[in-house]
C-alpha cells in the first residue's frame, strides 16, 4: 500500500496540473470564397459560392477542477493509515502509545467531521465519538489486552474506521462527492504535518544513501575514502543550499528545475530500507518489527497528502512541501555529515564498512546532532516568519474554495455560495500567501462563470505581478479578443514568452495574434518559433496550414501538406486539409468526418464536418449518402448545436441538391431564404441560381432581384442572364445598365461583361435540358405510356408533381395525362403545384385555368383568367375563353346528368 500510495504521488507529480487547470485549444474560424458548382447558361456559366472557413489555434486554460477520485483516494489511504497506525501503536510501550496518540488526535481534531452535519449543528458530537471509539478503544487494548494479536487489532480498527466513515457519508447533509472534497480540504493540516514528519524521518539519508555507495564494496580497494564522499556529500548539499538561497529555483538544464520533492524519492527509498541499521537510534522506544510497520503507514498517509497537492495543483501546498523539504534535507544532510565526519571520519579513511556502525557513534551522539539540525530549521521558519503555515491554511482555503466555487455553479441564483468562495480565495491569495496562482486562477474562474469579464482581468493580472506563469500568461491573453484589446493581448503574451520562452503555446498564440496586424513576417517568425519548440504539434501544423490558406499561397500550402497524415483527433488540421483539396484539381483522399459518437460540435469539429460535405457536394456525389443526410439531420436537431443550425440545415439543403433531390434542398432552404439580412440575401440568391439551372428563367429573375434588393449585389449580373433567357431583353439591358453605372469597380466591370454578351447574342437558354430534375421521369412516363402501362406512368407523374413541380414542361405533361385519364383534381393539383414554382408562366395559368374548370372549381380559375387577358394577344386570349366555357359546360352537363340519374331504392 506504501508502494502504491507514492506511485500516485508520482503519477499524479506529472498528470495533477494537467488534469486541474487543463490547457485546451481553442478553434477560430476565418471564412474564404470557395465555389462548389457552375451553373451552365450556354456559353456563360455562373459560379455557386459558398464560405469556407481556415481553422487557426489558440490556448486557453480551464478550471480549476475539483479532483473528487484524487480526494477519495486520499482519504482511503489516510483512513488505512490511520486503523493501521491505531492497530501498531497499541502495542507499544507506554511512552511510544503516548507519542504514537498524538498525530491521531490532531488529524481528528483537523478533520473537522461536524462539518458535514451528522449531528446538530455546531456541536462536535462526531469528534467526541470518534475520539471515543478509536482513542478509547487503542487505550482499551494497549492497557488490557496486551497480547492480542496484531492481526486482530488490524480488523478491529479497520472494522471502527470503516463504521465511523459509513455512518459520517450516510448522515452527512452533502452528497458524498462533496462530502469527500469537504473532508479532505479538511484533512490538508493534518496530511501537512505527516508528509513534515516524514521529511524530517528521512532528512539526511542521502548522506547516508552516498556514505553507503562509498564504502559498501566487499573488497576494501573497491570502497571510496573521505574525499570522494565528502565531495559528492558537498555537490549534493551545495546544490541545495543554492536552492534554497535562490528562493527554491536552481536551473539544472534550459527548461529543467531542480525540485527537491524528486530528492525525497530517493531519501524515502533509502529510509525504508535501512530501517535495520538504524535500529539502535529508536528502539528504546519503539521495537524494529514494529518500525517497520509504523514507517510505511507514515509513508502511506504522507504520500497521499502529497498525491493530493500535486492532484489539485494546489500552489501554496506544494511551494511549502518544496521549501520545507529543501531545508530540511540541507539543515538535517549538513548535521548528519558532521556527524559522520566527526565519528567515522578515521574509518572512512581506512575504507572500512562504516555504513553498518553509522548509528553507533563512540564520539557524538545523533540526537543531539539531529535536534540541533531541527532546531536551526525552525530559527529559519521563525525568521521568515513562519510561512509554511501560512501556506498550509491558504491550501486548505483553495481546497475549500474550490468545493464552493463547484456548489455555487451547480446553483447559480444562490449568490452566497460565489461570495464565500470568493472570499476563500481572497483569504487564501490576498492574506496568507500572495503567490497563490491557484487562487487566483479560482477567482478567474468564478468571475468567468459571472461574465465578469473585467474582475477575471484584473485577478490574472494581480497572479502575473507575483510571478511569471505561462498557463495564466494564456488565459489572460485569451480574453483579450476584441481588436480594440491588440495590444493588451500583444503585451501580455510577448512579457509571457520572454519569462518562458520555451512555450510552444506562447509563441503560437502570438503567431494568431499578429494575423491580426498586417505584420505577416511576424506571423510567419512566431509560426516557425513554435514548429521549433512542438513539432508535429495539432496547433502548429493546423495554423501553419491555415495561414498558407488565409493568404492564398496554396502552392506553399500543398506543398507543406504533401505526405500530411491527420489523426481522428485533430479535426482543426483535418479541416484545413479538406478545404486545401477543395481547391486542388486533382485531389487526393481526404480525411473522413468527426467521429459518429460525436453529438456535440465546437468549431473544428463543426469546420471538418462542412468541409466533408462540401467536398462531396464538388467532387465525389456518391458520398452523399442517407446515412451522412441524416446525421446532418441529428446535429441540426440538438440543443447544444444551436451555434451551427443554420449551416448545417444549409448544408443538407446543399446535398440534397447535389443529390437531384431539388424539391427537397429548396424546402431546406426556404426558412434560410426568408428575411431581410445578408445572410438570408445569400440564401436567395443560391435559390435563384438554382431556378436558373431548372430552366425557371422568369422565377428566378425576380428570385434574384429579391436577393438584389437585400444587399447581395452579384446576384445582379445573373439577374441580367435570368431576364435575358426569359424573354425581356429590354429588363435586361436596363439592369445592366445599372451595374456599369455602379460606384463598385467589380459591379461595373460585370456590366460592362453582361453588355458585350447581350449585344453578341450569346446569352441563349440551354439547348441540352436532360439534366434537369424531373426530365428522365418525364421519359419514363411517356414511355410506360406508350407501352400501355397506366400503372408505372402514374407512379413517374406523381413523382414529377411531387418532387420535380418546377419543372414546367413536365408538370404540364402530367396534367395533360391525368386530363386524358378523366382525373381532373389530379390535373388541377398538378398544375397548381407547377404554378406555386413557376407563377407568371403562361403555358401554366392557361393549364390550370382549364384544369380549374374541368375539377369544378371555376371560381379558382378567377385570377388566372384576368392575368392571362392582360398577357395573351386577344385572339389567343378568345380561343381560350371558348375553350373554357366549353369544359365548364361539359363540367355542368356531366353534374347535371349525375344529380338527375334515378335513385335505387334502398328497398330493391
Known amino acids: 500500500m506504501a508502494a502504491l500510495a507514492v506511485g500516485l504521488a508520482v503519477f499524479y507529480y506529472f498528470t495533477g496540473s494537467t488534469a486541474t487547470l ?20 450556354g456559353a456563360v456559366s455562373l459560379p455557386v459560392q459558398v464560405s469556407g472557413f481556415v481553422v487557426s489555434l489558440t490556448h486557453d486554460v480551464a478550471g480549476p477542477f475539483t479532483q473528487p477520485l484524487a480526494a477519495s483516494l486520499f482519504l482511503l489511504l489516510l483512513a488505512f493509515a490511520l486503523a493501521g497506525w491505531l492497530a501498531v501503536a497499541s502495542t507499544l510501550p507506554r511512552a511510544g502509545f503516548v507519542a504514537g496518540m498524538v498525530p491521531v488526535i490532531f488529524l ?21 465519538l470518534a475520539l471515543a471509539v478509536l482513542v478509547g478503544g487503542a487505550f482499551g487494548l494497549h492497557a488490557f489486552a496486551e497480547r492480542l494479536r496484531l492481526g486482530w487489532r488490524w480488523l478491529i480498527f479497520g472494522s471502527l474506521v470503516a463504521g465511523l466513515s459509513a455512518l459520517l457519508f450516510v448522515g452527512s447533509d452533502l452528497p458524498p462527492t462533496e462530502t469527500v472534497l469537504q473532508l479532505s480540504a479538511y484533512a490538508t493540516t493534518g496530511g501537512a504535518v505527516m508528509v513534515a514528519l516524514l521529511v524530517l524521518w528521512v532528512g539526511f539519508e542521502n548522506i547516508r544513501a552516498l556514505l553507503w555507495f562509498n564504502t559498501q564494496a566487499e573488497q576494501p580497494a573497491s570502497r571510496f575514502g573521505v574525499v570522494p564522499f565528502v565531495l559528492a556529500s558537498g555537490l549534493y548539499l551545495g546544490a541545495l543550499f543554492w ?3 535562490n528562493n527554491g529555483r536552481l536551473e539544472l538544464f534550459p527548461g529543467v528545475q531542480l525540485d527537491p520533492l524528486v530528492l525525497l524519492l530517493p531519501a524515502v527509498v533509502t529510509a525504508g530500507l535501512g530501517l535495520r541499521l538504524r535500529a539502535p537510534s529508536y528502539t528504546d522506544w519503539v521495537p524494529y518489527t514494529r518500525a517497520t510497520q509504523l514507517y510505511p503507514l507514515l509513508l502511506m498517509a504522507a504520500a497521499g497528502a502529497l498525491g493530493y497537492a500535486f492532484a489539485t495543483a494546489n500552489t501554496p501546498l506544494l511551494r511549502a512541501a518544496r521549501d520545507f523539504t529543501s531545508q530540511a534535507l540541507l539543515f538535517l544532510g549538513g548535521a548528519f555529515l558532521a556527524y559522520v565526519l566527526l565519528n567515522f571520519g578515521p574509518l572512512i579513511r581506512k575504507r572500512l564498512r562504516v555504513y553498518k556502525v553509522v548509528f553507533e557513534p563512540r564520539r557524538l551522539p545523533f540526537y543531539p546532532v539531529y535536534i540541533l539540525a531541527v532546531g536551526g530549521l525552525i530559527m529559519v521558519q521563525v525568521r521568515n516568519n513562519r510561512p509554511l503555515t501560512d501556506q498550509v491554511a491558504a491550501g486548505e482555503y483553495n481546497h475549500l474554495g474550490d468545493l464552493t466555487r463547484q456548489q455555487s455553479e451547480a446553483d447559480p441564483s444562490n449568490l452566497s455560495l460565489a461570495l464565500l468562495a470568493e472570499r476563500y480565495y481572497a483569504e487564501a491569495g490576498d492574506v496568507l500567501y500572495r503567490g497563490d496562482l491557484h487562487a487566483q486562477m479560482g477567482r478567474a474562474a468564478l468571475y468567468r462563470f459571472r461574465q465578469q469579464r473585467q474582475n477575471e482581468i ?32 500583444l503585451e501580455v503574451l510577448r512579457l509571457g514568452l520572454k519569462a518562458e520562452p520555451r512555450s510552444a503555446a506562447l509563441a503560437g498564440d502570438l503567431a494568431q495574434l499578429f494575423t491580426r496586424t498586417s505584420l505577416t513576417d511576424s506571423v510567419a517568425f512566431y509560426l516557425d518559433k513554435t514548429e521549433q519548440l512542438a513539432p508535429g504539434s495539432y496547433a502548429s501544423r493546423t495554423n501553419q496550414l491555415g495561414f498558407l490558406l488565409s493568404q492564398n499561397l496554396l502552392e506553399e500550402a500543398r506543398k507543406l501538406s504533401i505526405d500530411t497524415k491527420v489523426p481522428v483527433d485533430e479535426p482543426g488540421l483535418a479541416s484545413n486539409y479538406t478545404l486545401l483539396q477543395l481547391q486542388t484539381p486533382a485531389s487526393s483522399k481526404v480525411p473522413d468526418g468527426p467521429p459518429t459518437s460525436i453529438s456535440l460540435l465546437d468549431d473544428a469539429s463543426f469546420a471538418q464536418l462542412y468541409h466533408l460535405v462540401l467536398f462531396n457536394v464538388a467532387k465525389r456525389k456518391n458520398q452523399l449518402t442517407p446515412a451522412l443526410l441524416g446525421r446532418l439531420s441529428t446535429l441540426a436537431n440538438e440543443p447544444a448545436n444551436a451555434n451551427y443550425y443554420e449551416q448545417l440545415l444549409f448544408l443538407q439543403a446543399l446535398a440534397r441538391h447535389a443529390r437531384g433531390e431539388e424539391q427537397s434542398a429548396r424546402q431546406l432552404l426556404a426558412p434560410l431564404a426568408a428575411g431581410t439580412s445578408a ?8 435559390l435563384g441560381l438554382w431556378q436558373l439551372q431548372q430552366g425557371q428563367y422568369a422565377t428566378a429573375a425576380n428570385q434574384l432581384a429579391f436577393a438584389a434588393t437585400h444587399g447581395a449585389t452579384s446576384a445582379l449580373q445573373a439577374r441580367v442572364y435570368a431576364l435575358a433567357l426569359s ?57 410506360a405510356e406508350q407501352q400501355n402501362k397506366p400503372v408505372e406512368a402514374t407512379k413517374n407523374y406523381q413523382r414529377i408533381v411531387r418532387e420535380a413541380p418546377f419543372n414546367e414542361d413536365a408538370v404540364l405533361a402530367a396534367a395533360s395525362f391525368y386530363t386524358r385519364r378523366r382525373n381532373y383534381q389530379a390535373a388541377y393539383e398538378a398544375v397548381r403545384a407547377g404554378l406555386d414554382e413557376n407563377p407568371r408562366s403562361l403555358p401554366l395559368l392557361r393549364s390550370y385555368a382549364l384544369a380549374a374548370a374541368d375539377a369544378g372549381l371555376s371560381d379558382y380559375a378567377t385570377e388566372a383568367l384576368a392575368q392571362l387577358r392582360q398577357q395573351l394577344p386577344p385572339d389567343a386570349y378568345a380561343t381560350l375563353a371558348t375553350e373554357y366555357a366549353a369544359r365548364q359546360a361539359a363540367r355542368a352537363a356531366a353534374a347535371a346528368s349525375f344529380s338527375g340519374a334515378p335513385t335505387p331504392s334502398p328497398l330493391q
Do not use: C
Request: hydrophobic letters at 45%.
Open 22 to 41: 487543463p490547457l485546451t485549444v481553442v478553434p477560430h474560424l476565418e471564412d474564404v470564397p470557395l465555389t462548389v458548382e457552375q451553373v451552365a447558361l
Open 108 to 128: 481528528l481534531m483537523s478533520l473537522n467531521l461536524d462539518a458535514v452535519g451528522v449531528f446538530e449543528a455546531g456541536q462536535r458530537y462526531f469528534l467526541y
Open 243 to 245: 536552492l534554497v538561497w
Open 458 to 489: 484584473n485577478a490574472l493580472r494581480r497572479a502575473l505581478l507575483r510571478g511569471p506563469n505561462e498557463k495564466i500568461s494564456l488565459r489572460l491573453a485569451a480574453l483579450f479578443n476584441d481588436p480594440a484589446d491588440l495590444f493588451e493581448g
Open 679 to 686: 445572410s438570408a440575401a445569400y440564401y436567395q440568391q443560391l
Open 727 to 783: 424573354g425581356r431583353a429590354d429588363s435586361a439591358l436596363a439592369v445592366a445598365g445599372r451595374l456599369v453605372a455602379s460606384s463598385d469597380s467589380v459591379q461595373r466591370q460585370q456590366g460592362q461583361q453582361v453588355q458585350q454578351q447581350l449585344a453578341a447574342g450569346s446569352i441563349v437558354p440551354v439547348k441540352n435540358t436532360a439534366g434537369r430534375v424531373g426530365n428522365n421521369w418525364l421519359a419514363q412516363a411517356q414511355q
